[in-house]
């Protein structure tokens, strides 16, 4: 892709943003930014999957014929929120024995809430996306509610929901102005239209423990739902655990047809040519490193995407999808045996006939593509995790030092929380380097570790100046944990980023960073000298004001600095 010297930070550029960062920023609560200041623009994609028909989108039908009587209701961004519901389910049907799925929120018609019997239960685990925004497939969900005069199926006027029971936890962070925006605001809502909150609403930090948080949370909601439902919680099942995938590893395959890290459905006949989240575009992209020397590098990036459907507005967001790191890839394979076995082919898929996701990602694939495509491997350990595992340990020493870290607060925090300590991590710490977890089942690995997702970047250039070119400013992040060891915790994509600049521009790689595989998958993202990233836009309520005559004041410290660069530029 040509690069033009215009669109790269100049002397200008960084005198007009200095000048910018001296004064206040000028932010109001969403919806006066909203409806008085800022362009409100879509908050989804452009390009939607088509929607089944309306009749197959209610979910208490579903219900009914599937003889399920609680329904978990997920708006996810990052995948987390997915993790916390299906957690959930698996608890509520294994243990407590009530029937239970779970959802993503926007694969149903919400107008049906009014239609539950009185004898079902609703979850509803929302996360905050943002600055109080709803997650992507939560955003019809969101706009039903807040809503000054929603319609339901039975179009009643008064309490419409006065049969809907309901349980919620929200996921938010806390260095956000509008901390858990979405949970607190959808269950203000229910309750006005009607419905009855099951216990306390339940709400965790990302930015602190929000792990333990939802932990804390549930001493307190499983008595209360047990109370609901009228089960006996003292008949509680602890017996073996129930898988909830199965895994095969197959002998014959169409090798055109085994997904080695490709994100939706490409490899399938037919599949159409648009982008979104669901289908990124592969898109080129060229760098340049803004400062020398320092311990960190700081990255301009410009994404080309011409000749596809995408497109953005100043003060959009751009995805890019990452890659896990070879050194967390192979010591998991290693330490769950699996290293001689990276390249088998395996087919993934739930066991139950009537699960609303069929496959936790693109199948079939193998064992090295799902560790550095699908899964997020450099994610903590959660202490629910560790305790699934403590059967599988190889030694009783190991055993026993996994029971402590997942019973022990304060032992799980100093070796895991605070020292951010992924599985692979964990596992070698217990065990050593001699000895594998190789009796674990790969289907609990799968259950395990959350689907690995796209890093969100604010768009540093203008639509107007380059409608065709994406600029993003990325600082690679590396850190050593303030409580732990001398280890350096490395940011999954903007350590990858650098790894492909260093390898277009020809540089020496940096010794002490970890590798990638930069081809991608079938050798389709290097080639020659040429980088290409998967990638998707997110649209964004982060705009300048419609009238230019109001003044505005920008801050923005450290990268921050990159959505202000885009106002700047148009």
């Known amino acids: ?124 685990i929302l996360a905050t996306y943002g600055e109080g925004e709803p997650t992507d497939n939560a955003v019809e969900f969101w706009d039903l509610m807040v809503d000054e005069q929603p319609m339901f199926s039975n179009e009643a006027e008064q309490s419409p929901l006065q049969n809907l029971r309901y349980i919620t936890f929200g996921l938010g962070n806390k260095t956000y102005e509008h901390y858990n925006e979405v949970v607190r605001k959808v269950d203000n809502r229910l309750l006005a239209l009607g419905a009855k909150r099951i216990g306390e609403r339940g709400e965790g930090d990302d930015d602190g423990t929000l792990e333990e948080d939802f932990l804390a949370w549930q001493e307190e909601m499983w008595p209360a739902f047990c109370e609901a439902l009228g089960v006996d919680e003292s008949n509680a099942v602890t017996g073996p655990r129930q898988a909830i995938y199965g895994v095969e590893e197959l002998s014959s395959f169409d090798q055109t047809k085994v997904y080695l890290g490709e994100i939706g459905e490409w490899l399938k006949e037919g599949a159409p040519k648009v982008y979104e989240a669901k289908r990124p575009y592969n898109a080129p ?123 022990d607060k304060d032992e799980y925090r100093v070796h895991v929380g605070d020292v951010t300590r992924n599985l692979g991590e964990v596992l070698e710490l217990v065990s050593g380097s001699q000895e594998n977890f190789a009796t674990v089942p790969f289907d609990l690995i799968v259950e395990s570790i959350s689907r690995l997702q796209p890093r969100y970047y604010s768009i540093s250039s203008s639509s107007k100046e380059s409608p065709k070119t994406i600029a993003v400013t990325a600082v690679t992040l590396q850190y050593t944990p303030e409580h732990g060891s001398s280890r350096t915790v490395y940011g999954v994509n903007t350590n990858y980023l650098w790894r492909l600049h260093e390898a277009v521009q020809g540089l020496t790689p940096e010794a002490s960073l970890p590798e990638y595989n930069l081809s991608g998958p079938r050798d389709v993202l290097f080639v020659g000298q040429s980088a290409r990233v998967p990638v998707h836009v997110r649209r964004s309520q982060f705009k300048l004001p419609r009238n230019p005559t109001v003044p505005v004041i920008m801050i923005g410290p450290g990268t921050g600095v990159a959505p202000f660069r885009g106002f700047v530029r148009e």
């Open 1 to 124: 892709m040509a690069r033009s010297n215009h669109h790269l930070l100049d002397t200008a550029d960084w005198l007009l943003l200095g000048t910018i960062g001296l004064g206040t920023v000028a932010w109001f609560a969403r919806h006066q930014i909203t409806n008085r200041l800022f362009s409100s623009g879509p908050t989804k994609p452009e390009i939607k999957d088509e929607k089944s028909p309306k009749q197959e989108r209610n979910f208490v039908k579903v219900m009914k014929e599937q003889g399920r009587q609680v329904i978990f209701f997920y708006g996810s961004q990052t995948g987390t929120a997915e993790d916390f519901a299906s957690r959930l389910a698996k608890e509520c049907s294994q243990k407590y024995g009530v029937s239970a799925m779970t959802a993503d929120i926007e694969l149903y018609d919400m107008s049906y809430l009014d239609s539950l019997p009185q004898d079902a239960l609703v979850f509803f």
């Open 285 to 407: 992209i060229t760098s340049k490193e803004l400062f020398n020397g320092g311990d960190r590098h700081c990255l301009h990036l410009e994404i080309d995407i011409s000749g596809t459907n995408l497109s953005y507005q100043t003060g959009d967001h751009i995805a890019i999808w990452p890659v896990n790191n070879e050194v967390e890839v192979n010591r998991l394979a290693r330490l769950l045996g699996l290293e001689d076995k990276l390249d088998s082919v395996i087919h993934v898929q739930a066991l139950d006939a009537a699960a609303s996701k069929k496959h936790p990602f693109p199948v079939p694939t193998t064992y090295r593509a799902a560790f550095r495509h699908y899964l997020d491997i450099c994610s903590v350990a959660s202490r629910q995790v560790l305790m699934s595992l403590i059967e599988y340990a190889p030694t009783e020493q190991a055993k026993e030092a996994l029971k402590r870290l997942a019973t």
